[in-house]
């Protein structure tokens, strides 16, 4: 579930093309978020709470320019879906582009007021964590409600933050988040894939725990241990990609093309370095091929 609009701070103006590019990065996101997620079943506890669907709010928006939002998103009063992914579990309870929320959980959603954006999705996030919701919804000036099921899978957000920069993703244990600079950087879905499921391997290991997020390059707090869970996560990443059906032989060309760009940017030697990313994805890749050569679901 994401309001990626939230980080209207970081579209670099807020005309109609910029903020339709930003809604479709951010659908973009939670596809490959949810079908990690969704591949990594039988890894760790716990369901999927991210149930496929884009969501934006116009009362996230400052009131000077919210009315130019809701005209380019074509968002009514309540949050409005404007992405559904195909078989995700919104797509088979029913939910459609257009419809406004209503209800969830039970819940009504609170009404317009300075602070309804974040209130409306507190709601949302803590009904959709809790498995099956049911979701109240208008369309076409009708109410409807539909039941939406959890699907198994390691739980995790995948959101644009408003951090700036290529080095901006994070994880927290609980999401993972990237800046629109990461999106634009990886216009491929398996290089995309490849910063998410490096973020996500972290939550589903349990780095973050008591830690400050773990980011996937640069500055990082977190303790001597770093480096190897670094190089965990790095490996990880690959089985989540392959086991989703993203190809994780772009790992090398991306920490090539990725580290050149960054590398003079940190000197902590928290992260590996680039080189020894790619050469240490090779190895891996070989493994991951040889497991799936056998018929295997690729286990890390
Ligand atoms: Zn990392």
């Known amino acids: 579930m994401l309001f990626a609009l939230m980080l209207a701070a970081a579209a670099p103006t807020l005309d109609a093309a910029s903020l339709q590019a930003l809604a479709a990065a951010d659908s973009r996101l939670v596809t490959i978020g949810r079908r990690l997620a969704k591949a990594s079943a039988g890894l760790c506890a716990g369901t999927i709470s991210n149930p496929g669907w ?55 959603l609170p009404a317009a007021s300075p602070d309804a954006s974040r209130k409306r999705q507190d709601v949302i996030e803590r009904a959709m964590a809790q498995g099956a919701a049911t979701v109240t919804v208008e369309r076409d000036g009708r109410s409807v409600t539909l039941r939406i099921m959890p699907e198994r899978g390691c739980a995790s957000e995948f959101l644009i933050g408003r951090g700036r920069g290529l080095r901006a993703a994070s994880s927290d244990g609980a999401r993972v988040t990237v ?20 973020e996500f391997a972290h939550n589903i290991l349990g780095h973050n725990k008591g830690h400050p997020p773990q980011r996937i390059a640069g500055e990082d707090r977190s303790g001597k241990r770093t480096r190897e869970r670094e190089r965990e996560a790095d490996r990880w990443a690959l089985y989540l990609m392959a086991r989703a059906g993203y190809d994780p032989a772009v790992a090398p060309g991306f920490w090539r093309r990725w580290g050149p760009k960054t590398d003079y940017l940190f000197s902590d030697g928290t992260h590996p370095g680039w080189r020894d990313r790619a050469a240490r994805a090779e190895a891996e890749i070989a493994r991951i091929k040889a497991q799936q050569a056998a018929g295997e679901v690729p286990l890390p």
């Open 179 to 198: 800046s629109a600079e990461i999106v634009s950087f990886t216009p491929g879905d398996d290089d995309l894939a490849l910063v998410l499921a490096h």
């Open 54 to 108: 884009t969501i934006e709010d116009a009362e996230q928006f400052a009131p000077a320019v919210r009315d130019e939002v809701r005209a380019a998103l074509s968002l009514g009063d309540n949050p409005t879906i404007i992405a559904v992914e195909p078989d995700s579990a919104a797509a088979q309870a029913g939910v459609e582009v257009g419809d406004g929320l209503v209800a969830v959980g039970g819940q009504m």
